[in-house]
């Protein structure tokens, strides 16, 4: 009687742990508890749930590099009368600067309202945290592991003459605005960037903090105001992701500037920055899309 039963139990076992193991995706659960100790707002069990997938690099510390792909629905799709080509495609990136804890946390927020009603239309390709080694040092700092300011490490065209003059001249050699020995030096831009030409998206969101404002480059009519935060252009730096993406590749760059770096906009302003780019977006990204 009982080895049957010890064995159905033993078989039982085998299958749990192999659907498990199917379900989880490695490296997600020490990444998401390493998150959960430095975000209060996101609890691991729920940061393992959002089915991230890490990247086939890691940071210069050895942090997965973590994104999440969220293709539309299809019947969203079908609804809309003529079939476009393909949906808008958005790239959503927080924590690139590590210090800034909220840029990552509201991603995370975000990531939970994908499934709702209106961004099941658009393919979203998004990375909460761009910056692990930054977000995950103690304690949090704006630069990467190797001391590099990752948002003026990207290829602009005038990288090589002005960001190492610009460091110099406008910041003093401030160390937190390193911007790297030369362009895409860091394994976590280098990733961005590939991120961003196989993704090809329409729009990229970049969240910061604290200067509690909207900038945007890029071609598409600018946005005027998200939630609270409203337009005021900060102007651009050598080697930022706006530069590169909005300037040279001419895809539209929203930075994302929240008010404060450790407290989160309240859950109403959460939703109201939601609901305004998600707006923006369709009016002014998805059409030029889908036509
Ligand atoms: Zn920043």
């Given at each position: ?7 159905l ?5 085998t ?55 969220f ?13 476009p ?48 080694d ?9 630069v ?11 290829p ?15 910041t003093n ?93 309240s ?25």
């Amino acid at each position: 009687m009982r080895r049957p039963a010890l064995l159905l139990l033993c078989a039982l076992n085998t299958l749990l742990l192999s659907s498990t193991s199917l379900a989880a995706t490695p490296g997600a659960a020490s990444w998401c508890a390493a998150i959960g100790k430095r975000l209060g707002s996101v609890p691991p069990a729920e940061c393992q749930s959002l089915g991230l997938q890490p990247a086939a690099g890691l940071s210069t510390r050895g942090h997965a590099l973590m994104l999440r792909d969220f293709p539309p629905a299809a019947q969203k799709l079908a609804q809309r009368g003529k079939a476009p080509a393909r949906a808008t495609r958005i790239m959503m990136i927080g924590g690139i600067h590590g210090d800034e804890l909220t840029s990552a946390s509201i991603v995370f927020r975000w990531l939970r309202w994908l499934n709702e009603g209106e961004s099941r239309q658009f393919h979203w390709r998004v990375i909460p945290v761009a910056n692990p080694d930054g977000l995950l040092a103690n304690p949090p700092q704006r630069v990467n592991g190797r001391g590099v300011d990752l948002n003026r490490n990207f290829p602009t065209p005038d990288w090589g003459s002005d960001a190492h003059a610009y460091w110099a001249k406008k910041t003093n050699k401030d160390p937190r605005r390193f911007p790297g020995e030369k362009a895409m030096s860091e394994p976590e831009t280098q990733w961005l960037r590939e991120e961003i030409e196989r993704f090809r998206p329409d729009v990229v969101v970049s969240v910061h903090a604290p200067f509690g404002i909207l900038d945007y480059d890029g071609p598409a009519h600018q946005p005027r105001r998200f939630g609270h935060l409203k337009l005021n252009r900060l102007g651009i730096y050598p080697g930022s992701l706006g530069n590169y993406g909005g300037v040279h590749k001419n895809m539209p760059v929203i930075t994302i500037e929240l008010p404060n770096a450790t407290a989160m906009p309240s859950a109403r302003e959460q939703r109201a920055i939601w609901d305004d780019m998600l707006t923006w977006i369709r009016r002014n990204v998805a059409r030029k899309t889908t036509s």
